[in-house]
Structure formats: C-alpha cells, structure tokens
C-alpha cells in the first residue's frame, strides 16, 4: 500500500512525496505556489488575443520556408500549440520523435494533424537497438526517470533541427496550467548527459554512437546566449485547459484521446501506471489531477474517485507488460528481480548536477 499519511485538504498530493509541506490548514505547498502563479495565467479575450498576435508578429516571416518548429507527440499540449500555430498562420516544420513506442493512435493525430494544417513533417527515428539498449540499462540501474532517456533525445534533435533549418523559434507545449507541482523526486533532470553516459557504461552492452545527446555545458551556455533558439510557450500565453483543448482538437482534426497524460506512448503508459506505482511507490496521476483542481477544472471529489479507480485495466496490464518485456528483451525472472530491488538515486551514479548548482549560483546572484 502507499503512504498517504498526510493528504492535502485542497488538492489530492500527499506523502507519498516526501519533500511535501502543509501549512497549518493542511494546504500543501504545491497548492500555495498555484494560488500566486496561476492567476498571472488568467487572461481576458482581449488579453489573449494581444498575446497571440505579440508571437506571431515575432515569429512570422516571409523570407523563410518555416518560421517555427513544434515537437508534435499527439499528446494534447503539442496537438493544441499546433492548431494555435495554424489559426495565426504560422508556418510551422512539425517534427515527430519515434523512438520506438507510439502508439497507434498518437500517430494518427500527428497524421491527422499536419494534414489539416497543411504542415510539412519530418520524422526522427530513433536507432531502435541502441535506445533499446540505453532503457535496458536505466532499468537495471534502478533510477526512476528512465523517460529521461526519450526527453534529452527530443531535446538534442530539436535543437539539431533547429540548426539544420536555421529556425530561431520553438513553440513549446512546455505550459504551467498542466505540467506544474511535480515533485523533484518523482523525476530527474532531463539535461544530465553525464548521468546517461555513466549509467550505460555500467549496464550497457553499445556505445553511445547514434542516440542524439547534448552535454550540460553546452546546453546551459546555449540557453544563456540564446543558440538554442527561442523557446515559445504559447499555452502560457492562452487559457489553457486541458478540457476545452481536447474538445477544440477533436472538433477541428477529428483527433482522438488516448485515456491518461502523456499515455501517447505504450512505454510511458507502462512506466507511468506500472513501473513508478509499483517500484518507486508513488502515481503520477495525483500531481496531474491536483493540477486540474487548481486550474478549476475538476473538483478535488471528481479527483478522487477518480483515483480510486484502478489505474490500470488488468487486461490491458498484462497485455501490455508481454509487449514491453518481448520489446526489451527481459524474461519475467529478470524483470521481476529488477521490480524487486530496492529504488537507487541518479545521483548514486556521476551526473552533471555540480554544474547546475554552479548555474543556480549565479542566477541567483542575477536576481538577487
Ligand atoms: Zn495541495
């Protein structure tokens, strides 16, 4: 059973995180951050149309072919930025990370999607053997982020793409309203190339050769100096709700939902409903709900029946445990004796965090 020792009377985390606080009417800090930021997120019509055009005026352009890049999964967040991007008639290069995972339907969304744009969309297949090796070695090494893997690739390529096509604009589906209240201990910080490297050297049978990778160094200095590109996070500049987004992206691309966030891929659904509740002993699901709580969509009630009900349908659990241990190569044995074992840290291997540390210094001598 997990520890729900102390749940917050607002929204539905509890200890399960361990870096949770409560004030003393038992709202947790996750709630009492919202309450500052997600106002500053609530916009007029009038308001949200100035953003809008603030964006377009700044990314449009008549010189070049594309004047922006979206990362398209087929999840909501990415499907929406590209029907924004459509309404304000920019011509945005969709790219498409395939490593291995998506599923059926979020293909036909992206489908459906660059289609209806009329957007052009470039494909970016993983080498199979090689990241099937690199998630091998993440799940002997015991870390919990071993979506991390598919993140920094996405990140790397983005950033390549952007280079190739010398585009200066990423719209981002990156948005406070969905993504905001994640515990820093249910994940790991996507940029850590030197923990990748360490973790497969140790558990790994390839050499890192083709998986896209970006150092930290780098990655920091091109953020610091602007040569990643801008990122733009255009849901930060709407309304954003999940809700409506969905209902706006099933009316205009006929697009179809694929039952729970970020289950676009079978991998992180299995990691998601699996892996983490049973391994690592906590359900993503809460930081996700209590985020639409704060954002006013559902109520705390409608959160948790929601959480009572089975995270995984037992069928569909089976099934898809058969395909992601025939996918990777484990034997039941193995893969039970690694669900076994006891949770390790990212940083019980090397890892770049001195550097983000350092970074953290500074920016805080910046601000101060
Ligand atoms: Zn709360």
């Given at each position: 059973m997990q520890?729900?020792?102390?749940?917050?009377?607002?929204?539905?985390?509890?200890?399960?995180?361990p870096d949770i606080r409560f004030d003393a009417q038992g709202v947790c800090n996750y709630c009492l951050e919202a309450a500052i930021v997600l106002p500053k997120m609530k916009f007029t019509a009038e308001q949200e149309q100035e953003n809008l055009a603030k964006i377009k005026q700044m990314v449009h352009s008549d010189a070049n072919k594309y004047d922006c890049v979206i990362g398209l999964s087929g999840g909501v967040d990415s499907s929406y930025v590209a029907l924004l991007a459509h309404k304000l008639g920019l011509k945005a290069l969709c790219v498409h990370f395939d490593n291995g995972w998506n599923s059926e339907i979020a293909v036909s969304n992206i489908k459906k999607i660059v289609q209806k744009c009329n957007y052009d969309l470039a494909t970016y297949v993983i080498d199979w053997p090689e990241f099937k090796d690199l998630q091998r070695s993440f799940f002997k090494a015991g870390v919990v982020d071993i979506e991390m893997l598919t993140d920094h690739a996405i990140m790397a390529t983005m950033f390549q793409l952007r280079k190739k096509y010398k585009l200066k604009y990423i719209l981002s589906g990156s948005n406070y309203v969905t993504e905001h209240g994640m515990p820093l201990k249910w994940i790991w910080r996507k940029q850590d190339l030197t923990n990748i490297r360490d973790i497969q050297s140790k558990f790994g049978t390839k050499k890192i050769k083709n998986f896209p990778t970006m150092n930290s160094v780098k990655f920091q200095l091109s953020k610091l100096f602007g040569l990643g590109g801008t990122y733009i996070e255009i849901l930060n500049g709407v309304n954003y709700s999940k809700v409506d987004a969905m209902e706006a992206l099933k009316r205009e691309f006929g697009w179809e939902y694929y039952g729970g966030k970020h289950?676009?891929?079978?991998?992180?659904?299995f990691y998601q409903a699996y892996i983490l509740p049973t391994k690592f002993k906590f359900d993503k699901r809460k930081v996700h709900l209590s985020a639409q709580i704060r954002n006013g969509e559902i109520t705390r009630d409608e959160a948790l029946q929601e959480l009572a009900k089975d995270i995984y349908d037992?069928?569909?659990?089976?099934?898809?445990?058969?395909?992601?241990?025939?996918?990777?190569?484990?034997?039941?044995?193995?893969?039970?004796?690694?669900?076994?074992?006891p949770p390790k840290q990212h940083l019980?291997?090397?890892?770049?965090?001195w550097i983000f540390n350092i970074w953290r210094k500074l920016k805080g001598k910046k601000n101060a």
């Open positions: 520890n729900t020792q102390q749940q917050c009377t607002k929204c539905v985390m509890d200890t399960t995180d289950y676009e891929s079978v991998f992180t659904k037992p069928i569909q659990l089976k099934n898809d445990r058969q395909y992601v241990l025939k996918k990777l190569g484990f034997s039941e044995e193995e893969f039970g004796a690694m669900m076994a074992a019980d291997y090397a890892s770049d965090e």
